[in-house]
C-alpha cells in the first residue's frame, strides 16, 4: 500500500535558517504529491504541489521537488521566517486506486518552530 | 477558489448527546468529500470517504452507526457523531474533492469537547 515518511521534528531553527524537511513516499501508480501547512488551532492549507517526475512545487518561497528516482518530496525555504512556524504535512494522491482515486496518504507530520 | 467551510468551529456537548457538524464547498462542486479526525500532535486519520446521493465508505475501525456520514447534496457533508463520549473528544477536520481537480480542499476543523 501507499506510505509516506517524513522526518518528525520537532525542528526549532533562528529567523532566516534554512529548513529542509525530508519526505519519502512508496506508492503504486503514479502519485501526485503535495505539502499542506497546519497553523496552530486550524485546519490544513495546500502548501505546494507536483503532480508528475521532475515537477517542480513553490508557494511562499517553499520549493519541493519530485523526485521519481529517489521517491522522495523534501520541502526546502532559504529564510525561514518566525510566521512559518507551523506543523508540516508531506502527503501523496494516487490518482490509479480506482474508487479511491482522491484518497490522500499523509506523514506524521512536523512541527516548525522559527524563534526571532 | 476552492473554498471550504465547517460549522460550527468549536462545540462542546455533554456525555450521550449527538452533535451533527457541517461541511461545505463554497464555489465548487464537490463530488466526493473526506472526514478526518486528528488528535492532538498527531496526522490526520481519514475516517470515511463520502460521494454525493451514496452511502460512505468507513475506514477499517471507524464505527459507522457512531459517525453518521451524510453526503445529501454536492455541496454539503455532515458529520454526526451520535452519542458521544469524552474519548471522541477531538478536532474533526473535513474535505472536498473536485473530480476535475482530483485534489483536496481542506475545511478549517471543528473541535470537539465531550464533557
Known amino acids: 500500500g501507499n506510505s509516506v515518511t517524513q522526518m518528525e521534528g520537532p525542528v526549532t531553527l533562528s529567523e532566516e535558517a534554512f529548513l529542509t524537511i525530508n519526505c519519502t513516499y512508496t506508492?503504486?501508480?503514479?502519485?501526485?504529491l503535495f505539502w499542506y501547512v497546519q497553523y496552530p488551532g486550524e485546519g490544513l492549507q495546500l502548501l505546494l504541489k507536483a503532480t508528475k517526475a521532475d515537477d517542480k512545487g513553490s508557494n511562499k518561497g517553499f520549493e519541493a521537488t519530485y523526485r521519481k528516482e529517489t521517491t522522495s518530496f523534501h520541502l526546502e525555504k532559504g529564510s525561514v521566517q518566525v510566521s512559518d512556524s507551523a506543523v508540516y504535512f508531506c502527503?501523496?494522491?494516487?490518482?490509479?486506486?480506482?474508487?479511491?482515486?482522491?484518497?490522500?496518504?499523509f506523514g506524521k507530520g512536523t512541527l516548525l518552530t522559527v524563534n526571532p | 477558489g476552492a473554498v471550504v467551510s465547517q460549522h460550527p468551529s468549536w462545540v462542546i456537548c455533554k456525555s450521550g448527546t449527538s452533535v451533527k457538524i457541517e461541511c461545505r464547498s463554497l464555489?465548487?462542486?464537490?463530488?466526493?468529500m473526506f472526514w478526518y479526525r486528528q488528535f492532538p500532535k498527531q496526522s490526520l486519520m481519514l475516517m470515511a470517504t463520502?460521494?454525493?446521493?451514496?452511502?460512505?465508505?468507513?475506514e477499517q475501525g471507524v464505527e459507522k452507526d457512531k459517525f453518521l456520514i451524510n453526503h445529501a447534496s454536492l455541496t454539503l457533508s455532515t458529520l454526526t457523531v451520535t452519542s458521544a463520549h469524552p474519548e471522541d473528544s477531538s478536532f474533526y477536520i473535513c474535505?472536498?474533492?473536485?473530480?476535475?481537480?482530483?485534489?483536496?480542499?481542506f475545511g478549517p476543523g471543528t473541535r470537539l469537547t465531550v464533557t
Open positions: 464555489d465548487f462542486q464537490a463530488t466526493t
Open positions: 502527503a501523496l494522491s494516487d490518482r490509479h486506486s480506482g474508487g479511491s482515486n482522491y484518497k490522500l496518504t
Open positions: 506508492a503504486t501508480g503514479y502519485p501526485s
Open positions: 474535505s472536498a474533492s473536485d473530480r476535475a481537480a482530483y485534489e483536496q480542499y
Open positions: 463520502s460521494n454525493e446521493g451514496s452511502k460512505a465508505t468507513y
